[in-house]
Nanobody, 127 residues
């Protein structure tokens, strides 16, 4: 079993920056397997369902939702079992609970059902 723990959420002004972190822990074999799967960030509000923000696989290929392209960057640190989401030029519409999730290769990244592991979420508020 693998645990994902997010951190870094905060309240910031529009135009500001944040860096979210997602740290994986748990069974060693499962941790090693994270190096061969994909990790993603999702976000959810009380009015909108959970939606994919960005994803990256162990081949280094990243994909972004159109709403965050050019502003957000997803990057892994495999030595630390951590995936970051660098958020720049934040807007009020970026306000949401942000979740980290992991899935095997071959599944659709935007579909929440593709993911086997989820974190508990970290709140980002932009005003």
């Amino acid at each position: 079993h693998v645990q994902l723990v997010e951190s870094g959420g905060d309240s910031v002004q529009a135009g500001g920056t944040l860096r979210l972190s997602c740290v994986a822990s748990g069974h060693t074999d499962s941790i090693d397997s994270l190096n061969t799967i994909c990790t993603a960030w999702f976000r959810e509000t009380s009015r909108l369902p959970r939606r994919g923000v960005a994803t990256i696989c162990s081949d280094g290929v990243a994909t972004y939702a159109d709403s965050v392209k050019g502003r957000f960057t997803i990057s892994p640190d495999n030595l630390k079992n951590t995936v970051y989401l660098h958020m720049n030029s934040l807007k009020a519409e970026d306000t949401a609970m942000y979740y980290c999730a992991a899935r095997p290769y071959g599944r659709v990244w935007t579909f929440s059902g593709s993911y086997d592991y989820w974190g508990q979420g970290t709140q980002v508020t932009v005003s």
